[in-house]
């Protein structure tokens, strides 16, 4: 069996990722089809005995895809990244194109019937539809056609996944708004041979606004749709493009592709590790926040391992290089974002879960109810055309199509009113069903930065006066903890792996490992420097406890630095010293255990975790990689807002829900009247007016339900 990778241009929903797994795996030789809709990908195993690249992208184009063979990243990153900016371009200018000529469109066909109100021109526009109800069609018609002509893929893509068996949200809107403007056109033709009266049963507005208002939806989830390339994009710039190399004692630049193993590379303050490898010379201070969480610089010697991206904060060091290219601890990373953004499977709406059933299911109503009146009256087809098309406008899927885009919008809007910005709606539907927290501990439970918690001693003046001198992060936090007036220091020195030492006031003043303070080579004190719990950290604990949800803390941090924290903010499960490919892989055993996990974290070493999670969620504080590998983006970084997204995200599926009971409904009580069912009993007919009526109404009650949650507070 050979794999394959292809990208997938044209998709827009999880249906479409679910029709292509569907009907590439239907083929012949195929062992294996998966579809990534986040990343564009689609995934095949297939028998090259039996099966060829050629047939699989032929399978993809035949129901109104795009693939493409996958390239190198490194290549097409740019490129990627322009083709779906210049996609969202495109989408936005064909809403703003079809809202231009929905806005009138809709205007024209209210306003002669709201009688309460005298809106401007509804008395010229009444004239017109009793005197020229030809020209008043017509120009219904040249508003609506310009709407079909932009929306085309709802059709192209729709009619071919219905001719599939597979129909999804694109043919629901498909085969309605078709219903609405053929029976339309249908009475353009009624008023060409005199009976004026059909000028009252246009429906060209309903699907004018329909389709704006999907493709403003779906407009809005492209914008979303698509930061997984940023998110490894960002990850590669990390690494430095340049590494400078001892050779035949000469230092030498090298393009950093160009690294081999047992190079000896040289490092210097400010500078970024290029490769991993093992320190030979020299001592120094590496920031690997990038790696480990750990927000503390860690001392390096001979013989310790340092990594790549991870930055060189004070002095020179030599070191051999042992990993390169793909085999660093970064490109592992990058490599374990792509794997897990790959594994998850797309979560298909509850209504393209209902749509492959509910829209044959009317199409065979339509038909039987128009043949058998056709039989009944003796071969009425004006009649039974009524009965066929009445079916199909009551029940016009436009309620369904809009149940869930409306509430996702609302509620993505809503949690960005609340500083949660919510990446679309899968993430939106996935958050309700978590039961499993996982918090990372730096910058996420604590503030990320050291603090001042205890002095011992009489030394906090001496120490903030020494430390003025240092850049290190202790040394800031040190000085920020005291506000009084500083002692001049004479002979400042910096040992590196060791501390500071100084002259204050004719007194020797060394601060070593553990801000120790010495003076005159006598123990002075100690300064106790922790990074510090964030005040809202342990109410939010508390709450999502309470909300039934497990929490568990995951860090690269040491076990007792855990402990410590977690016991301040009542998390009772740990799991300490964890580095990224660990984080990740604990997430993935939490799934594995019926779990469904969402992930909160702030570092470029938390990614692989956010995009292993059912649900991403970065805190706006921590770095742009962080947010673009997750699903959900705190913009306060304030934790109270997890129990925030995840109430909104139940009260959004509770709304959904509802907005399908109310869609169905009308559809369950309105199919049998419009099939003609009381007219057989002798009752009244109902026209496709009137079923156009109560589409309308189904339409109106789902959107003003989904409104209600824009009353949701904080």
Same mark, same amino acid.
């Given at each position: ?5 292809f990208?997938?241009r044209? %998709? ?5 990722a679910?029709r ?6 239907r083929?012949a030789?195929?062992?294996?089809a998966?579809?990534?809709l986040? =990343? ?8 090259e005995a039996?099966?060829d ?5 032929e ?20 490129a ?5 900016q210049?996609?969202?371009?495109? %989408?936005?200018?064909?809403?703003i ?10 205007? &024209?066909?209210?306003?002669?019937m709201?009688?309460?109100v005298?809106?401007? *021109?509804?008395?010229?526009l ?13 120009? #219904?018609l ?24 597979s129909p999804?949200?694109d043919?629901?809107?498909a085969?309605?708004?078709t ?7 249908y ?8 009976? *004026?009266a059909?000028v ?10 329909i389709?704006t208002?999907?493709?403003l ?12 390339? !940023?998110a490894?994009k ?5 690494t430095p493009?340049t ?8 230092e ?6 160009d ?5 000896? $590379? ?8 290029p490769?991993?490898?093992s ?8 920031d690997?926040s ?6 503390l ?7 310790d =391992?340092?990594? @790549?991206?991870s ?5 020179? &060091?030599?070191?051999r ?6 085999d660093t ?9 792509e ?15 209902v ?10 109503i ?5 043949i @058998?009146? %056709? ?11 009524t009965i066929? $098309?009445s ?15 409306t509430?996702?919008m ?17 993430a939106l ?8 927290v ?5 910058g ?6 050291p ?5 011992e001693?009489?030394?906090l003046?001496? @120490? ?6 240092s850049?290190?992060?202790i ?7 005291? #506000? ?7 002979n ?9 030492e ?10 070593g ?9 006598a123990r002075?004190?100690q300064i106790?420097? !922790? ?7 342990? !109410? ?7 909300m039934?949800i ?13 402990q410590?924290i977690a ?10 010293e964890?580095?990224?490919g ?16 969402? *992930? ?12 292993q ?8 504080s ?6 673009e590998?997750a ?12 129990p ?7 009260r959004t ?6 907005n399908? *009971?109310?869609a ?14 009381l007219?057989?009993?002798g009752?009244?007919l ?6 156009a ?8 009650s ?13």
């Amino acid at each position: 069996m050979r794999s394959q990778i292809f990208e997938i241009r044209g %998709m827009t929903c999880a249906a479409c990722a679910a029709r292509i797994e569907k009907v590439v795996s239907r083929l012949a030789g195929i062992g294996k089809a998966s579809v990534n809709l986040a =990343t564009e990908k689609l995934f095949v195993e297939y028998d090259e005995a039996v099966l060829d690249q050629t047939k699989i992208k032929e399978a993809v184009t035949r129901i109104g895809y795009t693939v493409v063979e996958r390239v190198q990243r490194s290549d097409t990153a740019d490129a990627d990244r322009e083709r779906k900016q210049h996609d969202v371009r495109v %989408m936005w200018t064909k809403f703003i194109v079809s809202a231009v000529f929905a806005l009138p469109l809709l205007y &024209i066909a209210m306003a002669p019937m709201i009688k309460a109100v005298n809106l401007p *021109f509804s008395a010229y526009l009444n004239r017109m539809m009793m005197g020229y109800p030809l020209v008043y069609a017509l120009i #219904e018609l040249a508003l609506t056609i310009p709407i079909v002509c932009v929306g085309y893929r709802f059709y192209t893509v729709g009619f071919k996944a219905l001719f599939m068996r597979s129909p999804n949200m694109d043919s629901l809107i498909a085969i309605g708004t078709t219903a609405a403007v053929l029976y339309s056109i249908y009475n353009i033709y009624e008023i060409l041979i005199g009976n *004026f009266a059909a000028v009252d049963a246009l429906y060209f507005e309903s699907a004018g606004v329909i389709i704006t208002l999907i493709m403003l939806g779906k407009t809005l989830e492209a914008v979303s749709k698509g930061r997984t390339s !940023e998110a490894i994009k960002k990850l590669m710039n990390l690494t430095p493009k340049t590494a400078l190399v001892l050779k035949g004692g000469v230092e030498t630049e090298i393009p950093i592709e160009d690294v081999v193993v047992g190079d000896i $590379i040289i490092v210097k303050p400010g500078g970024k590790i290029p490769v991993d490898g093992s320190v030979l010379e020299g001592n120094t201070a590496i920031d690997e926040s990038m790696l480990t969480g750990e927000s503390l610089p860690v001392d390096k010697s001979a013989g310790d =391992t340092v990594y @790549a991206a991870s930055l060189n904060t004070t002095g020179s &060091i030599q070191f051999r290089a042992e990993k390169v290219g793909s085999d660093t601890a970064l490109a592992q990373i990058i490599k374990l974002v792509e794997d897990a953004q790959g594994s998850k499977a797309p979560i298909a709406a509850l209504a393209d879960k209902v749509s492959g059933v509910f829209v044959p299911i009317v199409c065979v109503i339509a038909l039987a109810a128009g043949i @058998a009146w %056709m039989i009944a009256t003796g071969g009425d087809v004006k009649f039974s055309l009524t009965i066929f $098309i009445s079916v199909l406008v009551i029940a016009c899927p436009c309620a369904l199509g809009l149940a869930t885009p409306t509430a996702i919008m609302v509620g993505t809007g809503k949690g960005a009113e609340l500083g949660i910005l919510i990446k679309g709606g899968e993430a939106l539907e996935t958050a309700h069903k978590i039961n499993t927290v996982v918090l990372d501990k730096t910058g996420t439970i604590t503030e990320g930065r050291p603090r001042v918690t205890h002095v011992e001693g009489d030394v906090l003046q001496l @120490a903030a006066s020494l430390e003025r001198h240092s850049e290190h992060p202790i040394a800031k936090a040190v000085c920020a903890a005291y #506000e009084g007036e500083l002692l001049p220091v004479e002979n400042f020195r910096a040992i590196i792996g060791e501390g500071v030492e100084g002259i204050i006031n004719g007194r020797h003043v060394k601060i070593g490992r553990g801000v120790e303070i010495f003076v005159d080579g006598a123990r002075g004190g100690q300064i106790s420097v !922790e990074d510090t719990a964030k005040p809202s950290s342990a !109410e939010a604990i508390k709450t999502l406890k309470a909300m039934g949800i497990t929490v568990v803390m995951l860090t690269g941090d040491s076990l007792k630095t855990a402990q410590k924290i977690a016991k301040q903010v009542s998390i009772d499960k740990i799991y300490a010293e964890v580095y990224p490919g660990d984080k990740a892989r604990v997430v993935a055993e939490l799934q594995a255990g019926g779990n469904v996990v969402g *992930f909160v974290g702030d570092g470029i070493n938390d990614a692989p975790a956010l995009a292993q999670a059912d649900v991403g969620i970065a805190i706006g504080s921590g770095t742009d990689v962080a947010m673009e590998s997750a699903d959900i983006v705190l913009m306060r970084s304030d934790l109270m807002d997890v129990p925030a997204a995840i109430t909104l995200s139940r009260r959004t599926i509770r709304n959904i829900k509802q907005n399908l *009971f109310w869609a169905f409904g009308y559809n369950t009580v309105g199919i049998p009247i419009a099939a003609g069912l009381l007219h057989l009993f002798g009752g009244p007919l109902l026209s496709p007016m009137f079923a156009a009526a109560a589409m309308s109404l189904s339409s109106v009650s789902v959107l003003t339900n989904a409104l209600r949650l824009k009353k949701m507070k904080n």
